[in-house]
C-alpha cells in the first residue's frame, strides 16, 4: 500500500475511496480525508505517507491542524513604531526640489529703497495687471483672437517674472502680488484694445528712462528686451483692431 502514497487530486480521490473500504464500520470523523473550506478536501502528501505507515490508531501529528502561536498580551507586546505625522503645511520640500524648500512667502513689503528698486516694483506690478486684463480681455473673445490675447498675457506673466527676479537679486526680496490684483473695467472689446494699446506705449517709454539708470549689462539687455516686447504688442493689438474693422 505505500506504493500507492497520493500527491495528486485524483490519487488522493482513489485513496479516500480505498481508505473508506479500510474504515468501513467506523464514524466519518475518525477519516482524516474530510472536505473542507481551507483545504478543498485534501490532505498533505506527508499525511498520508504517516496514515499509510503508522499502525496505532489515532491522526498522526502531522496531519493534525496547525495551530497559531499564542499572542502575549498587549501589556508585553513591544510597541509599534507610528509613521511620523507630517507638519500641518504639508510634506517637507524632497532634496533636489526647485527652490530647497527657503522660498519666502508670496511677496514681502519693501522697506525704503532708491529710486531703481521703486521703479522695479512698480514695473512688475504693471506686468502683473497687464496680464490679468489680457485674460479677461481674452474671455470677450472667440477663436482667433482669443488665443492672440491669450498669448498676449503669457508673454506679460513671462516678463513680470523675469522683473520679479531681477529685484530679488537687487534687495533680497521677493515682490509678486498676485493677490492684490482685481478685475479690470472692460466697458467694451474694442475700447479694450485701444486702451491696453496705449498703455503698452506708455510701457515702452518707461523702460527705455529706466534704462538710463542702469550699467548693469544684464539689466540693460532685459529693459531693452521688454521695451521691444511693447511695441510688437502694439503692433499685435493693431492687427487685432484692423481685422475687426471689416
Not at 94 to 101: L, V
Not at 136 to 141: E, S, V
Not at 157 to 172: C, D, E, P
Request: proline fraction near 9%.
Amino acid at each position: 500500500m505505500e506504493d500507492m502514497i497520493p500527491c495528486s487530486l485524483k490519487d488522493q480521490e482513489v485513496f479516500q475511496r480505498v481508505w473508506q473500504r479500510v474504515m468501513a464500520g467506523r464514524g466519518e470523523a475518525s477519516s482524516p480525508i474530510r472536505p473542507g473550506p481551507a483545504d478543498g478536501g485534501d490532505v498533505s502528501c506527508a499525511c498520508l505517507k504517516a496514515l499509510v505507515r503508522q499502525e496505532q490508531d489515532g491522526l498522526p501529528p502531522v496531519c493534525l491542524p496547525q495551530e497559531e502561536e499564542p499572542q502575549p498580551p498587549a501589556a508585553e507586546r513591544p510597541p509599534v513604531e507610528e509613521a511620523p505625522v507630517p507638519p500641518a503645511g504639508g510634506l517637507p520640500p524632497q532634496e533636489g526640489s526647485g527652490w530647497g524648500g527657503d522660498l519666502p512667502s508670496g511677496w514681502e513689503e519693501p522697506q525704503g529703497g532708491d529710486d531703481r528698486t521703486v521703479r522695479l516694483r512698480s514695473h512688475v506690478m504693471d506686468a502683473l495687471e497687464g496680464w490679468q486684463f489680457y485674460r479677461h480681455l481674452a474671455r470677450r473673445a472667440r477663436g482667433t483672437d482669443a488665443r492672440a490675447l491669450n498669448a498676449l498675457a503669457g508673454e506679460l506673466h513671462k516678463h513680470a517674472r523675469k522683473l520679479s527676479a531681477a529685484y530679488f537679486l537687487l534687495t533680497g526680496l521677493r515682490y509678486w502680488p498676485t493677490e492684490v490684483l482685481g478685475a479690470p473695467a472692460i466697458p467694451s472689446y474694442w475700447g479694450a484694445l485701444r486702451a491696453r494699446h496705449q498703455a503698452e506705449q506708455r510701457q515702452e517709454t518707461a523702460f527705455r528712462l529706466a534704462a538710463d539708470d542702469w550699467e548693469d549689462q544684464e539689466m540693460l539687455a532685459l529693459y531693452g528686451e521688454l521695451a521691444d516686447a511693447c511695441q510688437q504688442r502694439c503692433r499685435r493689438l493693431r492687427a487685432l483692431l484692423e481685422q475687426g474693422v471689416g
